[in-house]
């Protein structure tokens, strides 16, 4: 029984080897079909943004595939004991060579095309409209500035908000002013299916349409010190009616807040 063990141990590790990919393409079926690789979507371009992710979650899946079968097949084939001639080594093939060296460019340079329309719709064509609200990233905490009813940021009406509570409306289209007190962050809000760094002394614009309501996650996703692990927020999509409210109940605590300063 051992030694038909021993005989079989060779292939018993190409077997083994075989296991760890079946079992991560397996992991990764079940969780598209249960639906855990992305969370809730939100937002008008979140469907765009998930397409690329399962295009290229696929393409490279295929291609993960083949490798594994044919290293498989190989270390199957050309076990040691099972093959005692001597290694011959040769030249290769020129023309495969020249076609994997094709092949993944041009697959390579079509995603880059394809995702073109995506990137400049997140990135390059902001909305002509007054910033919705200020983000302040700063060690180890989200900061909030929305303007007052003159719609103008850094003026005496505007409302500052320093916990990590982001009140915005849903239905309408949104524009962040986002920028960093001190080092890089990330400001990532996984639901939006939007992440933008947030550089130290540089303003930047994030811009979206949330399609429904709901209190969801702000992360930052780049490592900005020792509390990174605690710099989170959360993002609460309000109906338009609902969110000026918000913003008036906002209003009348700063004031509060600072009527009891000057006391």
């Known amino acids: 029984m051992i030694k038909r063990f021993l005989r079989w ?21 079940l969780a598209d079909r249960y639906n855990i690789w992305l969370p809730r979507d939100v937002s008008e371009h979140g469907r765009t943004i998930d397409q690329l992710f399962y295009f ?24 040691a004991k099972q093959n005692t001639k001597p290694v011959e080594f040769s030249h290769g093939s020129h023309s495969l060579e020249v076609v994997w060296t094709i092949l993944p460019a041009v697959t390579l340079l079509f995603i880059a095309i394809y995702q073109m329309d995506a990137w400049a719709a997140a990135k390059m064509r902001p909305p002509e409209i007054p910033f919705t609200c ?3 990233g700063r060690q180890f905490n989200w900061d909030f500035r929305y303007p007052g009813p003159d719609n103008v ?9 320093t916990d990590g509570n982001l009140y915005l409306p849903y239905g309408e289209e949104v524009l962040l002013k986002i920028t960093s007190a001190d080092v890089l962050h990330s400001f990532f809000l996984p639901n939006l299916r939007l992440k933008q760094d947030v550089i130290p002394g540089m303003d930047q614009k994030m811009w979206f349409r949330a399609t429904d309501g709901g209190s969801f996650d702000i992360v930052c996703a780049e490592l900005c010190g020792w509390g990174h692990y605690k710099m989170k927020g959360r993002i609460h999509l309000l109906k338009p009616e609902e969110y000026q409210a918000k913003l008036e109940e906002l209003r009348q605590e700063q004031n509060t807040m600072r009527v009891a300063e000057t006391k």
Request: charged share 10%.
């Open 9 to 29: 141990m060779p292939n018993f590790w190409a077997l083994l080897f075989l296991a760890v990919p079946v079992m991560g393409v397996a992991t990764f079926v």
């Open 56 to 79: 290229i979650l696929y393409l490279t899946g295929v291609v993960f595939i083949v490798t594994e079968v044919v290293l498989f097949y190989f270390a199957w084939k050309y076990e």
């Open 134 to 136: 200020e983000v302040t």
């Open 153 to 161: 940021l850094y003026t005496p009406d505007d409302i500052v908000r």
